[in-house]
């Protein structure tokens, strides 16, 4: 029998949004320990596809982490997690969640070495991987192209999705 590609981790809350989540004003470099997020480098094509990203208010959720047991590419994965509807997060949630460990304290994001991985939708519609990292006293932000054939993510990172609310 094969080794399952994810072990299920915990879960947390993100509360509501109320206003707009402008992208460019919450991503910023910054390596000073003040009101701002802590983030070291942003790569990639994250400019350029989440630069001009406005999210309006985001309804509460909760996310839960799969902490992978192999390394994979996304195919596999989002076959695991059931398509790409159900991986689907925001630059919202991604910024919460990142804010709540600013100091690279514990919590449900890895800082251990090991990175974080979520789907989001990008300014023009587009489901892309957006991989944060918390690395030398800060985060690390990067956005790349799904379904890349050069691309599998090591063993241990972790996978965000939304968990479903059950009707």
């Not at 070291?40 to 996310?63: C, D, M, R």
């Amino acid at each position: 029998m094969a080794e399952p590609l994810f072990v299920a981790g915990k879960t947390i809350d993100v509360q509501a949004s109320t206003g707009n989540f402008i992208v460019k004003d919450r991503f910023v470099l910054n390596m000073e320990r003040n009101d701002r997020l802590m983030i070291a480098y942003i790569v990639g094509h994250f400019p350029q596809w989440f630069n001009g990203k406005v999210e309006g208010p985001v309804a509460a959720s909760t996310l839960r982490y799969y902490e992978l047991q192999y390394d994979a590419g996304d195919r596999p994965i989002l076959e695991a997690l059931g398509g790409e509807a159900s991986v689907e997060t925001t630059m919202t949630e991604v910024f919460a969640l990142m804010d709540r460990q600013r100091s690279g304290q514990g919590g449900i994001l890895a800082i251990n070495g090991w990175g974080n991985i979520f789907y989001v939708r990008d300014e023009l519609n587009v489901l892309r991987v957006v991989y944060v990292h918390w690395c030398d006293d800060a985060w690390g932000v990067e956005a790349s192209l799904m379904h890349r054939k050069d691309v599998e993510y090591p063993i241990r990172d972790r996978v965000f999705a939304r968990v479903r609310q059950s009707v």
